[in-house]
């Protein structure tokens, strides 16, 4: 807890003494963040920082590899991701969403190596849900066998499916109601991004042609 509260009083000291203002009125009034972020839990990859987003720009609801659950599943991850989506887009209105992927993301790691080797992601007692959560990346893997096939290098094979997991998730994205309503009469954007931790690269998903160009 010492290294929490040491950078804590730096933070209290430091960012929240030159933004108190904008903290009180936050705080007081209410948020009204422009864009939501799903983003990977991973530590290295902060939306706030990659955007130089102050507090209350971004929502963003991060976890392992970005994923949107397919909209309709009884699954209670579905409830939570759609929770965080609803909220967003009919109580904050917001005027995009971002599904931004990242490199050398350990749950596309892994969920490649499953693939590969066509055993399960993980039995182990300590993650027993980790497998459960990236068995849909293992299916983008599968479906794309002969690309990863063809990719050179962990680092190749890596991106490739960690592109697929932001079309994934837009395209998971589109079919909850609220998503698509908002799309069609044009007061909400859908767009996606890949974030590459050790270059700083960014490569963004353009509409016209489904590819991601480097910002
Ligand atoms: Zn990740």
């Not at 055993?119 to 300590?126: E, H, K, R, T």
């Not at 983008?140 to 932001?166: F, H, M, N, S």
Request: hydrophobic residues 45%; glycine residues 10%; charged residues 20%.
């Amino acid at each position: 807890m010492e290294e929490l509260l040491s950078g804590y009083k730096d933070f209290r000291g430091g960012r929240y003494a030159e933004d108190a203002a904008l903290y009180r009125r936050l705080g007081e009034r209410g948020q009204k963040p422009h864009t939501l972020v799903v983003a990977c839990c991973d530590s290295r990859v902060d939306p706030a920082t990659i955007f130089s987003a102050g507090p209350g720009q971004m929502f963003v609801l991060r976890n392992v590899a970005n994923l949107v659950p397919p909209w309709g599943s009884e699954d209670s991850a579905e409830i939570s991701t759609a929770a965080a989506v609803e909220f967003a887009v009919g109580t904050l209105k917001v005027k995009r969403i971002l599904v931004l992927g990242h490199g050398d993301c350990g749950g596309v790691k892994a969920a490649i190596a499953a693939a590969q080797s066509g055993a399960p992601v993980s039995s182990g007692d300590d993650n027993p849900h980790v497998g459960r959560w990236i068995a849909p990346v293992t299916d983008l893997c599968r479906a794309k066998a002969p690309a990863l096939a063809a990719a050179e290098g962990d680092q190749d094979r890596g991106r490739l499916i960690e592109l697929e997991t932001v079309r994934y998730s837009m395209s998971n994205l589109m079919t909850m109601p609220i998503v698509s309503k908002h799309v069609a009469d044009g007061s909400l954007a859908l767009v996606g991004a890949h974030f590459e931790i050790a270059s700083g690269r960014l490569l963004v998903w353009d509409r016209a042609s489904g590819e991601f160009r480097l910002a």
